[in-house]
């Protein structure tokens, strides 16, 4: 059974940093791409930052510069370093996995990140 599940939310305040973490389990996402979404209230899930197997990284404009993701292969883990935080980024951030179809088939349960004004 595949899992994928995140740590490291919380409560910060604006200017502030947290670092997310996704461990994947039940499979190796070695050569696929591997990222995170965001859902905050009342508003559709959206696309954050994802790097491919082959260590290539994406991101969402509104993250950029900002944001930076990391994975550890050996780990089967991902992780999204989160700086500068607003309070619009206060959301629920998911991992995602293997987008080979076009759209993730892997997703973590997510992690709740509050942004304090």
């Known amino acids: 059974q595949v899992q994928l599940v995140e740590s490291g939310g919380g409560l910060v305040q604006a200017g502030g940093s947290l670092r997310l973490s996704c461990a994947a389990s039940?499979?190796?996402?070695?050569?696929?791409?591997m990222g995170w979404f965001r859902q905050a209230p009342g508003k559709e899930r959206e696309f954050v930052a994802l790097?491919?197997?082959?260590?290539?990284?994406n991101y969402a404009d509104s993250v950029k510069g900002r944001f930076t993701i990391s994975r550890d292969n050996a780990k089967n883990t991902v992780y999204l370093q989160m700086n500068s935080l607003k309070p619009e980024d206060m959301a629920v951030y998911y991992c995602?996995?293997?987008?080979?179809?076009?759209?993730?088939?892997?997703w973590g349960q997510g992690t709740q990140v509050t942004v304090s004004s």
């Open positions: 790097m491919t197997g082959g260590g290539t990284s």
């Open positions: 995602a996995a293997d987008w080979t179809t076009g759209t993730p088939g892997y």
């Open positions: 039940g499979r190796t996402f070695r050569s696929y791409s």
